[in-house]
């Protein structure tokens, strides 16, 4: 009688043992996957923020060039916008340069092309090379009006990436049009707006 009250006790210390680490499993158990969940929708927030930065464009060389350029980053991809006024009628260049630097009347301050990559200058994607800042030409209207779009996953806004980051470098438009041969610059003439890249 007495060994059957002790395997009974045996039994329901075992039972009650089990119960608790069962417990204790399925506590741990939901807070791992609730730490997951909060550490998942952390990522896809950090993924979905849009970044976008405006600048004011100053005019240089003695142009009226003006307007405003805007960097949007969106799910890996940078867009630019730039609204541009006070330009002559036709075709210009657009660049990013090297440095954030406008201080010169001239625009010069900014230095050559951003060029970090080290490559030839060409037009944007051209397999014998080009600059990450080889935006290309666009064309101003009657009044002097352009709205300039461009969009690449080959930039980004503050990364770690240098070959990426256009923060610190300048926005350059030119009187003239690249003829993407020339080296370093595309013979695009003087620079008749500038704006640099400031986080
Ligand atoms: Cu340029």
């Excluded at 405003?68 to 075709?91: C, I, K, P, Q, R």
């Excluded at 625009?107 to 030839?120: I, L, Q, V």
Aim: hydrophobic share 35%; glycine share 12%.
């Amino acid at each position: 009688m007495k060994t059957i009250k002790l395997i009974a006790l045996g039994v329901l210390l075992t039972a009650s043992f089990n119960c608790k680490d069962f417990k204790e499993g399925l506590k741990q158990g939901m807070e791992d996957a609730k730490a997951e969940a909060e550490a998942a929708k952390e990522m896809e927030e950090k993924e979905m923020a849009v970044e976008s930065i405006t600048f004011k464009m100053e005019a240089k060389s003695e142009s009226n060039v003006t307007g405003e350029v805007t960097f949007t980053e969106d799910g890996g991809t940078v867009s630019m916008t730039a609204m541009l006024t006070g330009l002559t009628t036709g075709e210009h260049a657009i660049h990013i340069h090297d440095k954030a630097d406008c201080s010169s009347a001239d625009g010069k301050s900014t230095g050559g092309h951003w060029n970090p990559t080290s490559t030839p200058h060409g037009k944007w994607g051209a397999e014998e090379g080009y600059h990450k800042g080889d935006i290309g030409n666009f064309m101003a209207d009657a009044e002097g009006n352009a709205t300039v779009t461009f969009a690449t996953d080959e930039w980004c806004i503050g990364c770690d990436d240098d070959t990426k980051n256009i923060v610190g470098k300048g926005v350059i438009v030119h009187q003239g049009v690249d003829d993407f041969t020339s080296q370093p610059s595309g013979a695009a003439g003087a620079r008749v707006s500038c704006t640099g890249i400031i986080q």
